[in-house]
Protein backbone atom coordinates (compact mmCIF):
# COMPACT_ATOMS: atom_id res chain seq x y z
CA UNK A 1 0.00 0.00 0.00
CA UNK A 2 1.23 3.63 -0.52
CA UNK A 3 1.52 5.39 3.03
CA UNK A 4 0.44 8.59 3.24
CA UNK A 5 2.52 11.14 5.03
CA UNK A 6 0.23 14.42 6.31
CA UNK A 7 1.52 17.17 8.10
CA UNK A 8 -1.75 18.43 8.84
CA UNK A 9 -1.32 22.35 10.08
CA UNK A 10 -4.81 23.20 11.54
CA UNK A 11 -3.51 27.01 10.72
CA UNK A 12 -3.80 26.32 7.09
CA UNK A 13 -7.10 25.00 7.20
CA UNK A 14 -9.19 26.13 9.78
CA UNK A 15 -9.95 28.56 12.58
CA UNK A 16 -6.92 29.25 15.03
CA UNK A 17 -7.77 28.50 18.55
CA UNK A 18 -6.02 28.52 21.63
CA UNK A 19 -4.74 24.98 21.36
CA UNK A 20 -4.52 24.62 17.84
CA UNK A 21 -0.84 23.47 16.57
CA UNK A 22 0.54 21.04 14.27
CA UNK A 23 -0.55 17.45 14.12
CA UNK A 24 1.35 15.17 12.26
CA UNK A 25 -0.58 12.15 10.98
CA UNK A 26 0.57 9.04 9.03
CA UNK A 27 -1.75 6.35 7.63
CA UNK A 28 -2.39 4.02 4.44
CA UNK A 29 -5.29 5.76 3.74
CA UNK A 30 -6.68 9.13 4.20
CA UNK A 31 -10.97 9.93 3.61
CA UNK A 32 -12.06 13.50 3.36
CA UNK A 33 -15.46 14.33 3.70
CA UNK A 34 -15.75 18.12 3.51
CA UNK A 35 -19.72 18.25 3.34
CA UNK A 36 -20.18 15.97 6.99
CA UNK A 37 -16.84 17.92 8.51
CA UNK A 38 -14.64 14.86 8.95
CA UNK A 39 -11.18 13.15 8.20
CA UNK A 40 -10.64 9.90 8.57
CA UNK A 41 -7.12 8.36 8.62
CA UNK A 42 -7.34 3.69 8.04
CA UNK A 43 -4.98 1.08 8.21
CA UNK A 44 -1.74 1.82 10.75
CA UNK A 45 -2.20 5.48 12.09
CA UNK A 46 0.11 7.12 13.67
CA UNK A 47 -0.15 10.70 14.79
CA UNK A 48 1.66 12.94 17.12
CA UNK A 49 0.99 16.25 18.76
CA UNK A 50 3.33 18.02 21.01
CA UNK A 51 4.01 14.82 23.37
CA UNK A 52 1.02 12.51 22.62
CA UNK A 53 1.59 9.61 19.81
CA UNK A 54 -1.27 7.86 19.16
CA UNK A 55 -0.98 4.23 17.36
CA UNK A 56 -4.41 2.96 15.68
CA UNK A 57 -6.27 1.20 13.32
CA UNK A 58 -8.32 3.77 12.71
CA UNK A 59 -8.64 7.71 13.54
CA UNK A 60 -11.22 9.74 13.17
CA UNK A 61 -11.36 13.95 13.16
CA UNK A 62 -14.63 15.53 14.17
CA UNK A 63 -14.95 19.60 13.43
CA UNK A 64 -17.16 21.63 14.81
CA UNK A 65 -20.01 23.13 11.86
CA UNK A 66 -20.03 26.70 13.17
CA UNK A 67 -16.55 27.45 13.72
CA UNK A 68 -14.42 24.46 12.05
CA UNK A 69 -12.34 23.80 14.88
CA UNK A 70 -11.37 20.15 15.90
CA UNK A 71 -14.23 19.00 18.12
CA UNK A 72 -13.14 15.72 18.69
CA UNK A 73 -10.71 13.06 18.05
CA UNK A 74 -11.77 9.39 17.85
CA UNK A 75 -8.95 6.25 17.91
CA UNK A 76 -10.16 2.88 17.27
CA UNK A 77 -9.33 -1.01 16.88
CA UNK A 78 -5.68 -1.93 18.61
CA UNK A 79 -5.02 2.41 20.21
CA UNK A 80 -1.81 2.87 22.01
CA UNK A 81 -1.13 6.47 23.49
CA UNK A 82 1.88 7.65 25.24
CA UNK A 83 2.54 11.14 26.57
CA UNK A 84 6.24 11.06 28.61
CA UNK A 85 6.60 7.88 30.27
CA UNK A 86 2.94 6.69 30.28
CA UNK A 87 1.88 4.28 27.79
CA UNK A 88 -1.78 3.28 27.53
CA UNK A 89 -3.41 0.04 25.57
CA UNK A 90 -7.07 0.06 24.88
CA UNK A 91 -9.94 -0.61 22.79
CA UNK A 92 -10.71 2.84 21.41
CA UNK A 93 -9.57 6.36 22.64
CA UNK A 94 -11.45 10.02 22.45
CA UNK A 95 -9.55 13.33 23.11
CA UNK A 96 -11.80 16.72 23.45
CA UNK A 97 -9.06 19.27 22.69
CA UNK A 98 -11.17 22.16 23.69
CA UNK A 99 -11.24 20.84 27.18
CA UNK A 100 -7.80 18.38 26.79
CA UNK A 101 -9.62 15.00 27.86
CA UNK A 102 -8.80 12.04 26.60
CA UNK A 103 -10.63 8.76 27.74
CA UNK A 104 -9.89 5.52 26.84
CA UNK A 105 -12.22 2.45 27.12
CA UNK A 106 -11.89 -1.42 26.70
CA UNK A 107 -9.00 -3.09 28.16
CA UNK A 108 -7.18 -0.61 29.36
CA UNK A 109 -3.43 -0.90 30.51
CA UNK A 110 -1.95 1.96 32.03
CA UNK A 111 1.91 1.32 32.70
CA UNK A 112 4.14 4.37 34.11
CA UNK A 113 7.94 3.11 34.85
CA UNK A 114 7.51 -0.38 37.05
CA UNK A 115 3.94 0.71 38.11
CA UNK A 116 0.41 -0.87 35.68
CA UNK A 117 -3.15 -0.54 36.00
CA UNK A 118 -5.62 -2.92 34.25
CA UNK A 119 -9.20 -1.07 34.61
CA UNK A 120 -12.13 -0.61 32.15
CA UNK A 121 -12.20 3.11 31.62
CA UNK A 122 -9.57 6.11 32.02
CA UNK A 123 -10.00 9.72 31.79
CA UNK A 124 -7.05 11.81 31.70
CA UNK A 125 -7.29 15.65 32.25
CA UNK A 126 -4.75 17.09 30.54
CA UNK A 127 -4.68 20.40 31.51
CA UNK A 128 -5.31 19.14 35.78
CA UNK A 129 -2.57 16.25 35.10
CA UNK A 130 -5.98 14.36 36.97
CA UNK A 131 -6.66 10.55 36.26
CA UNK A 132 -9.87 8.70 37.06
CA UNK A 133 -9.52 4.91 36.16
CA UNK A 134 -12.96 2.91 36.89
CA UNK A 135 -14.42 -1.13 36.50
CA UNK A 136 -17.54 -1.59 35.27
CA UNK A 137 -17.45 -5.29 34.22
CA UNK A 138 -16.89 -8.06 36.94
CA UNK A 139 -13.54 -7.30 37.19
CA UNK A 140 -12.27 -4.13 39.25
CA UNK A 141 -9.69 -2.04 39.14
CA UNK A 142 -5.89 -3.74 39.73
CA UNK A 143 -3.12 -1.64 40.16
CA UNK A 144 0.18 -2.75 40.82
CA UNK A 145 2.65 0.05 42.36
CA UNK A 146 6.70 -0.53 42.76
CA UNK A 147 8.11 1.53 45.23
CA UNK A 148 11.62 2.60 43.91
Known amino acids: MIRIALNFLLL ?12 NILSDILEVDKKNKDTVFIGNVYAIHNDLEIWSDKVTIFFRDESDEIKEIVAKTKVKIKKG ?11 KPSKNILTINGNVKVQEKDNIINCDELV ?10 SS ?9 IINN
Do not use: H, P
Not at 12 to 23: A, K, N, R, V
Open 124 to 133: LDLNKSTSIM
Open 85 to 95: DMVALGNTANY
Open 12 to 23: LFYSTTSYSSEI
Open 136 to 144: YSSNRVNAI
